[in-house]
Each structure stands twice: as structure tokens, then as C-alpha cells.
């Protein structure tokens, strides 16, 4: 059986790589329409689009993505991370943890203090590492630090039901922007993410 994190795209010129990396029960399909309008405008050099399955841990996933951009990649130019949800602390334990260079990171709606309602879930996979407080999360804000260097922007949803876009999905010593009108899966569709998101990359 192909490892669905094998199932990449590229596409777009330049030696700079950007990643998209979906949340939990997502596929890489939602990306698409912001990864094909940032191609149409020329932002993000070429694009790829890292799949993972909800099983295993964070740490597995994050590994599997350090080996498909280096064989992707290598050393060619600078790498962005653009994740969504729980995406979003996949691009951080792949630079806080692992500590590979990333030029430009985008979280959007993205757990960082975690999702109080995943406590009610923590037999499901990966859901555990959402719960706050989990070795995973204090793992990522002990090695905060290590996000120096890298140009963090936090995209906040205002109708996020999930992950609150006044706590969570901020981070401390970021810019965080919010987006009005749309929830936790709607903000990805939104022309105003678009925007914010090539800025971001710019």
C-alpha cells in the first residue's frame, strides 16, 4: 500500500519550496484552491502538498515530511511551511524539534495551546497530542525559542468553534492576523486568508 504521505505535487518555478500540510481528518484537497491562487500569482516558488493518515504519532508524521523535503529539496533553497489546524504544529515540531531551517511559517487556526474538547477524544489518534497540556504542546512551547529566525504568522478565524481564535490560535511573539466571518474549515476558502497568506510568503 502507497504511505499517503508520498502523494506530493509540485508545481511553480523557483528554488524555494512551500509545504502545505493538512489538519487531522483533512486531505491535502482542501489547500489546493490557496496553493493554486498563490501559484497564479507567482508566490511560494514551487509547491507541495505533504498527506498524512489520522494514525500514528505527530513525531512519525513530522519525520516522514523531513525525508520527503530533503529528497524533494535537499539544501536547494529556502523551505515555507503553510499548516492548517493541527498542520500548523506539525510545521513547528518540524522546526522547533527537528530543528531544519524554515524561512516562512503560516498557522492557521492552529492549536497551539491545544483544543480542550480533545480531552473527550484521546483514545482517537493523534487527538491526545491536541489535548492542552499534553507532552507534545509543552515539548513545543519549551522549544519556542527556536522559532527565532523564522517569520511566524498566525491566522485567526473569528467564528473558529474549535479553536479560539482569542487564545489557541494565537502564538506569543507572532503576528497574528484575524479573519472575520468564517469558522475552523471556512477560512481556507477565504479570498482574505489568500491575501494574508501571500504576504506572508512574500
Given at each position: 500500500?502507497?504511505?499517503?504521505?508520498?502523494?506530493?505535487?509540485?508545481?511553480?518555478?523557483?528554488?524555494?519550496?512551500?509545504?502545505?500540510?493538512?489538519?487531522?481528518?483533512?486531505?491535502?484537497?482542501?489547500?489546493?484552491?490557496?496553493?493554486e491562487h498563490l501559484a497564479a500569482q507567482g508566490v511560494g516558488g514551487r509547491h507541495l502538498h505533504f498527506n498524512?493518515?489520522?494514525?500514528?504519532?505527530?513525531?512519525?508524521?513530522?519525520?516522514?515530511?523531513?525525508?520527503?523535503?530533503e529528497k524533494i529539496h535537499g539544501v536547494s533553497g529556502p523551505?515555507?511551511?503553510?499548516?492548517?489546524?493541527?498542520?500548523?504544529?506539525?510545521?513547528?515540531?518540524?522546526?522547533?524539534?527537528?530543528?531544519?531551517?524554515?524561512?516562512?511559517?503560516?498557522?492557521?487556526?492552529?492549536?497551539?495551546?491545544?483544543?480542550?474538547?480533545?480531552?473527550?477524544?484521546?483514545?482517537?489518534?493523534?487527538?491526545?497530542?491536541?489535548?492542552?497540556?499534553?507532552?507534545?504542546?509543552?515539548?513545543?512551547?519549551?522549544?519556542?525559542?527556536?522559532?527565532?529566525?523564522?517569520?511566524?504568522?498566525?491566522?485567526?478565524?473569528?467564528?473558529?468553534?474549535?479553536?479560539?481564535?482569542?487564545?489557541?490560535?494565537?502564538?506569543?511573539?507572532?503576528?497574528?492576523?484575524?479573519?472575520?466571518?468564517?469558522?475552523?474549515?471556512?477560512?481556507?476558502?477565504?479570498?482574505?486568508?489568500?491575501?494574508?497568506?501571500?504576504?506572508?510568503?512574500?
Amino acid at each position: 500500500m502507497t504511505d499517503v504521505s508520498t502523494r506530493v505535487r509540485a508545481q511553480g518555478p523557483g528554488n524555494s519550496l512551500t509545504v502545505f500540510v493538512h489538519g487531522y481528518l483533512a486531505t491535502g484537497g482542501v489547500m489546493k484552491p490557496m496553493a493554486e491562487h498563490l501559484a497564479a500569482q507567482g508566490v511560494g516558488g514551487r509547491h507541495l502538498h505533504f498527506n498524512f493518515a489520522p494514525a500514528g504519532s505527530l513525531a512519525e508524521h513530522v519525520r516522514k515530511l523531513d525525508a520527503l523535503i530533503e529528497k524533494i529539496h535537499g539544501v536547494s533553497g529556502p523551505v515555507n511551511l503553510v499548516g492548517h489546524s493541527l498542520g500548523g504544529l506539525v510545521a513547528r515540531y518540524y522546526r522547533q524539534v527537528l530543528g531544519r531551517p524554515v524561512a516562512r511559517m503560516v498557522c492557521i487556526a492552529t492549536p497551539h495551546e491545544g483544543v480542550p474538547r480533545a480531552r473527550v477524544f484521546r483514545a482517537l489518534p493523534l487527538v491526545d497530542e491536541l489535548a492542552p497540556g499534553s507532552s507534545t504542546l509543552k515539548l513545543l512551547e519549551a522549544t519556542r525559542s527556536r522559532l527565532d529566525g523564522t517569520v511566524v504568522t498566525c491566522v485567526l478565524p473569528s467564528h473558529d468553534n474549535l479553536v479560539s481564535p482569542n487564545g489557541s490560535a494565537s502564538l506569543m511573539g507572532t503576528r497574528s492576523v484575524r479573519v472575520e466571518g468564517v469558522g475552523h474549515l471556512a477560512v481556507l476558502f477565504d479570498k482574505q486568508t489568500w491575501s494574508i497568506v501571500a504576504d506572508a510568503l512574500r
